[in-house]
Nanobody, 121 residues
Framework: QVQLVESGGGLVQAGGSLRLSCAASGRAFGRYAMGWFRQAPGKEREFVTAISWSGDITVYADSVKGRFTISSTSAKNMVYLQMNSLKPEDTAVYYC??????????????WGQGTQVTVSS
């Protein structure tokens, strides 16, 4: 029903910024919340941030609060993750997800393929 494609990952120095994009397609009128998760080597996939389908509610993990910002276009066909003041511990594969509102991986039904973010010291 929903297809998600992430882009914008890359290599950046600590303290730098990067903007990830997630293109959503498949159901123009589906009321899905959108979330960003990340998975570092040897660790479980963890919640980063989410935005409601209407775009008026956002939530952030404590580890990224004040540094990362989630946003979406009015049509909700694009979701972005602006990452500032990046730290080496932010290094991970970042995944875009669509589903019901939540902060757990189990709250989301659709996932993108992921995009690598590497932050060097």
């Amino acid at each position: 029903q929903v297809q998600l494609v992430e882009s914008g990952g890359g290599l950046v120095q600590a303290g730098g910024s990067l903007r990830l994009s997630c293109a959503a397609s498949g159901r123009a009128f589906g009321r899905y919340a959108m979330g960003w998760f990340r998975q570092a080597p040897g660790k479980e996939r963890e919640f980063v941030t989410a935005i409601s389908w209407s775009g008026d509610i956002t939530v952030y993990a404590d580890s990224v609060k004040g540094r990362f910002t989630i946003s979406s276009t009015s049509a909700k066909n694009m979701v972005y993750l602006q990452m500032n003041s990046l730290k080496p511990e932010d290094t991970a594969v970042y995944y875009c997800a669509a589903g019901r509102w939540g902060t757990s991986t189990t709250s989301y039904d659709y996932w993108g393929q992921g995009t690598q973010v590497t932050v060097s010291s």
